[in-house]
Each structure stands twice: as structure tokens, then as C-alpha cells.
């Protein structure tokens, strides 16, 4: 008889909510994601919807600052930064590495409830009337003019800044310390490379975030002069602590979805990743180059031509690693087995994606260009290719990829092959219409603009009415197939990682014995007997 | 367990930290143009390094710590550089 798996170990609300389990915590962590994802998701329909027309016909323009604002912060800080580190991350590190648990299996459960405390406060705000200074919270105005919940939505993010530093810290200790015996660095998985990078920038910048929103509340209570130049503080500083945090963020959001990508084209090519070193690398590099190009947010907003200039010119550098990673997927794929399951199919969305993003981060990296496109939809489109187009898709393809390992059920692969194309395909139609928008000159942030943009807008809205159907398929399909699915097995797609070696869903301890390593990852065995899911 | 930790470096730390705050604001009343900014950022360097030294107690700690707790004092570096650099050069 089987050891209990740790969905049936014990079925109170006490076991969940008191649970040191990594793998219940990520489980906690997903179902509040899930509603933090359908808050951001409504104010944006709301938005997309607005904009369907040139007149503000639906919201005022006040209410309207406060819908994208919200979108903003719940999106980044309560959807994409916690997405895969606290998800997907907390529930295969331990696993993937052959340990029992996280190092500090309480301080993850602290985790959680911070992440709740710092949501709660943050949806307080919301509630009691919403903020309207934009998720960067820009001085003067968040300080000087807005008549907003500014604070409390500050502090919310402050609290769930505590969250982060404590989920990267618990990675950062389990990478180095639980190792599986004869697990050594360049036998970890990329995903685990790439976590690893991640939870370095978050211990590194997230508390710089926390000091700049504490030093808002200072000056807004207080009166103390550090951004209002009027008793001697300077509005540039706090553009610089912002994003010398919020820049790296971007990478804490895309830096796990390239893990993710580099375990599902490896397993649905049957190859071992090309130039694993370099990819292991380049995710550190992403990680310390991307702490250098803050500046690059603010070409326009005074900064020095001097400072300007360097800023431009090391944003150029961190294209690199990033292209890196993208040529190594793709010689991955070259001459490979490969199978279009439904993870493989978000990952070469993921790649599409991903480049049309960061090709267009070249643009933006010019002087010359980012002068004309600031504050325009084409930074939206941008962002929104990078942040949305790459990390989204790969959560989800991620997601679908270890599933089975999860639930312990099979989902129908034709809906979620289905849902793979049709986000692809929403998530075209809604932005590439903006980068023309922008290109032409429509100011983001804006609820009324000039009935030649109209055209654009509506394919926009179109697209993103696509895209919201295509990501509420997953909710059905994944939901019913964690009740009703059929029955995984320990290792259904026929991959080598450890966290394939023990049962699906696996039990307390993750294994009955320790498991040990001999080989390098991605050593796959290019006959590929797995059966296709049909559930 | 924690180990023995003798209390006398932590009261002398303490003390000496205390000395410092009361030189920096002492100095602070002392026009010196530029030279306050410096005396100001070299005391402050020195309390840093107390409490790295004795309070974080790094003095007794493996590699490994010295690397991160030199890693987040590079990364201060790069801050301060950086945007100290927009500072010093606008016009």
C-alpha cells in the first residue's frame, strides 16, 4: 500500500491553513493568485471596454485612473511577481532538488499569510474609494495632490514586499543547502537556475522598494522634505528608487518563465537544452545586469543627458544574456523530437512572444526613440508583450506541464491545446494593434482620444475579449480535471527531473527514499512512450 | 542553540555608535561646504561596518555569508553610483 499522497493526508481547513507543507502552501498560494488574477482581469475588461469608443462614455475619467491603477498593482505585485516563485516554485524546488521541504518550511507559511495581510490592505484601498496615482505611485503627486487611498495601497505592497524577501530567502537556503546527494550545480535544472536568480534579485531590491513607498508615508504625514523640492527634497529620487526596484521586478517576472520554458522545450524536444552552462549563466547575468538600467524609465523626466546615456547604453548589454537564452531554445528545438502537447504549444508562444517583446525593448532602449514613444501605447504594448505575452503564458504553460505532478489528474489535452492557440492568438490581436497606436502617437492613461484611433482600439478590445475567454478555459478544464480527470501517472511525460521519481501527487514527504543523483538534467530517452492524454 | 556571545563587544559597539551619531550631528552645525557631505558619508561608512561587524557578527561567519553580505554592499555601490552619477551631472 502507497503512502497517502499530500492532498489526503488530512482534509481540515486546519491542516490547509496551518500547514508547513511547501506543497499545500503553493497550493494556497495558487488559489489566491487565481482571484488576485480575476480583480487585475475585470479592470482591465472594464478598461479595454471603455476604450472600445473615443468618448468617455462608461467611466469618468477619475474612476478611470483608478481602474488602470488598480489593474497595475494587482497585477504586478499580487499576480506576476509571486506567480511561478510561489506557485509553481514552492511546489517543485524541494521536489526537483530530493528533499523533504523548503529549508524554512514555517517561514514559507509566514510567507503566505504576509502575501494575504499585504492583499487585504491592498484590496482595502480599492474598496474605500481606489487609488489614482498609477501602480508607480510617481511624486509629487502621490504625495503632494492625490486625494486617494495612496497609503493603504502602499502599504499593502510594502507589507507583500516581506512576503518576497522571505520566499527568496527560503529558495536561495534550500538551493544551497537540500540538494540531493550528487545533485551539483551544473546538475540542477535550468528552472532552478533561473529561481535562484530570481530569489537573488528579490532579496536585493525588494527592500529598496519597501524604504521608498515607507518614505512616501513620511513625507505625506510628516512633512519631512525628500521628494518635494519645495523643502528641499528632489522628485528625480524617488523616480530612481523606484525603478532601481521595479526594473529588476521585471525580471523577477520573466526570469522563472525562461526556467520554466527551458524544461518544456527540452522534454517535448526529447534533447538536452544547448549550451546549458551558458543558459545557467545568463540567468545570473540577467539578474546583476538588469540591476543597472533602471535609468532607462526615465529618459524623459530630467535625468541627465550623462546619466541618460549610460543608461541606454547597459539597457543594449541586457539584451544579451536574454537573446542568449532565446538562440539556445531554439537550436533546443533544431532536429529534435518534437511533440506539440499543450505545454510545448504555450512554450513556443512563450518564445514568440517573448522576442517581439524584447526586440521592441530595443526601441525603447534608443535615446532618440523613447523620447517619442514615452508614455504612449507602444511602452504599453511593450510591456504588456513582455510581462503578459512571456511570463503569463509560461505560468501556463508550466502549470500544464506539472499538473499531473500536482493533482495527480490528467486534463483533456484538446481544450488545453485549444485554450493554447486561442491566448496566442487574443494576446496578438489586443497588443500589436497598440504598437501602432503608440507609434502614431496615443497617450496611454487616457479614457478620451481622437476618432482616428478608433480602428486600432477596437481590434484591441476585440482581441482582448478573446484572450479573457481563452483564459477563462483553463479555469474550466484544470477544475474539472482535478476532481474528475483521470489518473496520472508517477511520470507521465517521460521525464528524467527527480521530481518525475516519486508519485503523482506525491506523498507528505515528497520521497520514501532518498533519492540520488548520477547524471546531468535533460538526459531524455528520445523514444518517448508516454500516452497521450486523453481525459 | 545560538553560541556564547560575550555581551561586552555589543555594549562597546553600542556605545561607540552612539559616540558616532553625536559627532555626525556635532559636525553637522560645523561649516565646512562640501566637506560636511564627506564627514557625514565616512562616519556613516564606519557605523555601517560596526554593524556589520559586530552586531550582524559577520566577523565569525563562512564564505558563503561574506559573499551575500558583500553582494548587497556591491549592489548598494551600483545604486549610489548610478544615481548619484544623474546627481552630479544634470545641468
Not at chain 1, 514615452?374 to 510581462?387: C, G, R, S
Not at chain 1, 493533482?407 to 483533456?412: D, E, F, H, Q, V
Not at chain 2, 548587497?72 to 551631472?89: K, P, Q, S
Amino acid at each position: 500500500m502507497s503512502e497517502k499522497s499530500y492532498l489526503t493526508t488530512d482534509y481540515t481547513l486546519k491542516s490547509w491553513f496551518l500547514t508547513t507543507d511547501h506543497k499545500r502552501i503553493a497550493i494556497l498560494y495558487f488559489a489566491s493568485l487565481i482571484f488576485f488574477f480575476f480583480i487585475g482581469g475585470a479592470a482591465a475588461t472594464v478598461i479595454r471596454i471603455e476604450l472600445a469608443t473615443p468618448q468617455g462614455d462608461i467611466v469618468s475619467s477619475d474612476i478611470y485612473n483608478r481602474l488602470f491603477t488598480m489593474h497595475g498593482i494587482i497585477m504586478v505585485w499580487f499576480f506576476l511577481i509571486p506567480s511561478i516563485p510561489n506557485t509553481l516554485g514552492n511546489f517543485i524546488v524541494p521536489l526537483m532538488i530530493g528533499a523533504r521541504d523548503l529549508a524554512f518550511p514555517r517561514l514559507n507559511l509566514m510567507s503566505w499569510y504576509i502575501f494575504m495581510l499585504g492583499g487585504c490592505t491592498t484590496l482595502f484601498a480599492i474598496l474605500a474609494g481606489g487609488v489614482d496615482t498609477g501602480w508607480t505611485f510617481y511624486t509629487p503627486f502621490s504625495t503632494l495632490y492625490s486625494n486617494s487611498y495612496v497609503i493603504v495601497a502602499a502599504a499593502g505592497v510594502f507589507i507583500a514586499g516581506f512576503s518576497s524577501i522571505l520566499t527568496g530567502l527560503n529558495f536561495i537556503v534550500t538551493i544551497h543547502r537540500l540538494r540531493a546527494p550528487g545533485l551539483t550545480w551544473y546538475r540542477l535544472p535550468l528552472f532552478l537556475w533561473s529561481l535562484y536568480a530570481t530569489s537573488v534579485i528579490l532579496v536585493l531590491a525588494t527592500p529598496v522598494l519597501a524604504i521608498t513607498l515607507l518614505l512616501i508615508a513620511v513625507e505625506r504625514f510628516f512633512g519631512v522634505g525628500i521628494f518635494d523640492p519645495r523643502i528641499g527634497g528632489d522628485p528625480l529620487l524617488f523616480q530612481h528608487l523606484f525603478w532601481f526596484y521595479s526594473h529588476p521586478a521585471v525580471y523577477i517576472m520573466i526570469l522563472p518563465g525562461m526556467g520554466v520554458i527551458n524544461e518544456l522545450i527540452s522534454c517535448f524536444s526529447r534533447k538536452q537544452v544547448f549550451g546549458y552552462k551558458f543558459v545557467a549563466w545568463c540567468s545570473l547575468a540577467i539578474a546583476a545586469v538588469g540591476f543597472l538600467v533602471w535609468g532607462h524609465h526615465m529618459f524623459v523626466s530630467g535625468q541627465s543627458l550623462i546619466a541618460s546615456l549610460v543608461f541606454s547604453f547597459m539597457s543594449f548589454i541586457v539584451a544579451v544574456p536574454s537573446a542568449i537564452k532565446v538562440f539556445n531554445w531554439t537550436a533546443t528545438l533544431h532536429k529534435g523530437l518534437l511533440r506539440f502537447d499543450a505545454p510545448m504549444l504555450y512554450a513556443l508562444g512563450f518564445i514568440g512572444l517573448f522576442t517581439i517583446g524584447g526586440l521592441t525593448g530595443l526601441f525603447l532602449a534608443c535615446l532618440a526613440f523613447d523620447v517619442h514613444a514615452t508614455d504612449t501605447y507602444f511602452v504599453v504594448a511593450h510591456f504588456h508583450y513582455i510581462m503578459v505575452g512571456g511570463m503569463v503564458t509560461a505560468y501556463f504553460g508550466g502549470l500544464h506541464y506539472w499538473w499531473p505532478k500536482i493533482t495527480g489528474r490528467l486534463y483533456s489535452e484538446y481544450w488545453a491545446r485549444a485554450a493554447a492557440v486561442l491566448i496566442f492568438f487574443g494576446f496578438n490581436l489586443t497588443f500589436f494593434p497598440q504598437f501602432i497606436l503608440g507609434a502614431e502617437g496615443m497617450p496611454r492613461r487616457y479614457h478620451v482620444y481622437p476618432p482616428e484611433f478608433q480602428v486600432w482600439n477596437v481590434l484591441s478590445s476585440g482581441g482582448a475579449a478573446i484572450l479573457a475567454v481563452a483564459y477563462l478555459m483553463p479555469l474550466f478544464y484544470l477544475g474539472y480535471s482535478a476532481f474528475f480527470g483521470a489518473r496520472a501517472p508517477a511520470n507521465p511525460w517521460d521525464a528524467p527531473g527527480l521530481e518525475w521519481q516519486t508519485s503523482s501527487p506525491p506523498p507528505e514527504h515528497n520521497f520514501t527514499t532518498q533519492p540520488v543523483v548520477t547524471r546531468a538534467p535533460y538526459q531524455y530517452d528520445r523514444d518517448f512512450h508516454a500516452e497521450p492524454q486523453n481525459a | 542553540m545560538t553560541h556564547w556571545r560575550p555581551p561586552l563587544p555589543l555594549v562597546g559597539a553600542w556605545l561607540g555608535l552612539l559616540a558616532l551619531l553625536a559627532l555626525t550631528v556635532t559636525l553637522a552645525y560645523v561649516p565646512l561646504g562640501a566637506g560636511n557631505a564627506v564627514v557625514a558619508l565616512s562616519i556613516g561608512t564606519v557605523k555601517a561596518g560596526l554593524v556589520a561587524v559586530i552586531f550582524m557578527e559577520l566577523r565569525h561567519r563562512s564564505g558563503l555569508t561574506l559573499v551575500f553580505a558583500g553582494a548587497g554592499l556591491f549592489w548598494l555601490g551600483i545604486f549610489l553610483w548610478l544615481g548619484l552619477m544623474d546627481f552630479m551631472t544634470r545641468t
